[in-house]
């Protein structure tokens, strides 16, 4: 690592920044500026995309503004709260986003927004309105030791508009912002929230005990069974399928986390080239990509497989979303086990969105082998997921994927993390799985969102 000292880092970081500052101010002078921090009606669009050069300078200045706060929290500044602490506690603000979400406090704001209150509400009010106790409904971001009174509004809605999540306007008063605002009218991402606030934060509870049991070895049980549940060996799908209301909030909550990287997928993929094709979406839930993608590029068919209990709800989401798509049998739904060889012959793609993460290296090369035995030669596999980029590489990797300028980490200090065992893959992992499958991998398609698209054909 060539910045070693803590000066050089600093003003490695600066120069970082400055660039990335700039490009992002020349960008948004020539294209537009985005909404304020403090905009209340924040809508997205679907194809609100940053040009590359914005997205690239974006990156690199969030991962320098990251990495320059690590830099700047020494142990003893108390009031900065120093890097190990900072990390400790975050906790507190995903509890806090996960239960504003869960009382529905974007929608309940943007009513009083929409009733002559642009500057919210009061916690006496919003505790009216929620049921959360009042005090409890601003947290402040430096006495969040009381776990007791976490689930109080004006504590809640402190901690987040300190997170920049809501404005505080008042005292104790709080309206939406650009953040809070993707929330308004928004189940599926409200759905999302809980799958992670609910689900995924209470089996983090098992994480230390699940380190040292060989059972649950990413190769012995991804996916095999769920401990929060205390599921009785089953898989985390069967028990989806027998809680009506968790089977309902995952489908809906896949098209929640499909509205951060939608604009991306549709448009940083040549998808226009494929014309009349068929895309076989391979466990394909209930088409959360196929379906905007069948809205944008009008010659596309897709045939949906799933389990069946999945596929019902498939159809339903289409009949209330895109019936015409039915009715000019553009879509077909089917029953299938993406551990079987699949039914569909010679499609021109077969597509696994969010699939070969769940998996361990076997179960998925029995998944890509199974695709394999239909395909044809002008068949193509698209696995659309995240690739990993660790926080340091050997130079042979540093290749295929853009990388942050040093001094930041190569992969621009961008996070992941793993549910139930799932686990994402960098290059030549993913690489290794498909060649095992006895596919190659013909390009990756680097797309302006932390998913791109690894295109797989035969040999
Ligand atoms: C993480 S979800 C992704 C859904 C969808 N591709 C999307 O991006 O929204 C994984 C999907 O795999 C499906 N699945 C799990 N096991 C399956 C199997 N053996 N055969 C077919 N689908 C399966 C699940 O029902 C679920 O819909």
């Not at 934060?201 to 699940?210: D, G, V």
């Not at 990993?388 to 050997?394: C, G, Q, S, T």
């Not at 006895?438 to 035969?458: D, F, P």
Request: charged share 20%; proline share 5%.
């Amino acid at each position: 690592m060539p910045s070693t000292t803590p000066l050089d880092t600093l003003l490695g970081l600066r120069e970082v920044l400055n660039l990335a500052v700039e490009t992002v101010a020349e960008e948004w002078q020539a294209h537009g500026f985005p909404a304020s921090l403090q905009d209340p009606l924040f809508e997205t669009k679907e194809d609100a995309l940053p040009s590359p050069r914005l997205y690239e300078a974006t990156k690199r200045a969030i991962g320098a503004a990251d990495m320059l706060q690590a830099l700047l929290r020494y142990f003893y500044l108390e009031v900065l709260k120093p890097s190990l602490f900072h990390r400790l506690d975050q906790y507190f603000e995903s509890r806090a986003l996960h239960a504003a979400s869960m009382a529905r406090i974007p929608d309940i704001l943007h009513q009083a927004l929409l009733e002559g209150k642009p500057d919210g509400l009061t916690a006496q009010e919003l505790s009216e309105k929620t049921g959360y106790e009042k005090n409890k409904c601003g947290m402040s971001a430096l006495h969040i030791l009381d776990l007791h009174s976490l689930y109080d509004a004006a504590r809640i809605m402190r901690l987040l508009a300190t997170n920049h999540i809501f404005n505080q306007t008042g005292p104790e008063r709080f309206s939406n912002n650009r953040t809070s605002a993707a929330l308004i009218n928004n189940p599926p991402l409200a759905n999302y929230i809980d799958l992670y606030g609910a689900e995924s934060y209470a089996s983090s509870q098992h994480l230390l005990a699940a380190f040292k049991d060989e059972s649950l070895a990413l190769e012995s049980a991804a996916f095999a069974r769920d401990r929060i549940y205390n599921a009785q060996g089953k898989t985390y799908w069967e028990y989806n399928d027998e809680n009506s209301e968790r089977h309902d909030k995952f489908a809906t909550a896949m098209a929640g986390s499909a509205q951060t990287n939608l604009p991306a997928l549709l448009n940083d993929y040549p998808w226009f080239k494929l014309e009349k094709a068929t895309i076989v979406d391979v466990g394909g839930g209930i088409g959360t990509l196929s379906l905007p993608l069948l809205q944008k590029y009008r010659d596309l068919s897709v045939v949906i497989q799933d389990r069946e209990s999945v596929i019902a709800q498939a159809t339903e989401h289409w009949k209330a979303n895109f019936p015409t798509a039915i009715e000019e049998e553009r879509v077909v739904f089917q029953v299938a086990d993406f551990f079987q060889p699949n039914e569909v012959h010679g499609a021109e793609v077969y597509m696994l969105r969010y699939i070969i993460d769940d998996w361990n290296d076997d179960a998925c090369v029995t998944i890509l082998s199974a695709i394999k035995a239909s395909m044809s030669e002008k068949s193509k596999v698209l696995i659309v997921e995240a690739l990993l980029i660790p926080a340091w590489l050997p130079s042979s990797e540093t290749s295929t994927l853009t990388m942050a300028p040093d001094p930041l980490l190569p992969n621009y200090g961008l996070r992941f993390i793993s549910l139930r065992n799932g686990t994402e893959r960098t290059v030549s992992e993913m690489t290794r799985v498909v060649e095992r499958a006895g596919l190659v991998v013909e390009k990756i398609w680097e797309c302006r969102s932390a998913v791109h698209i690894t295109q797989c054909a035969l040999p």
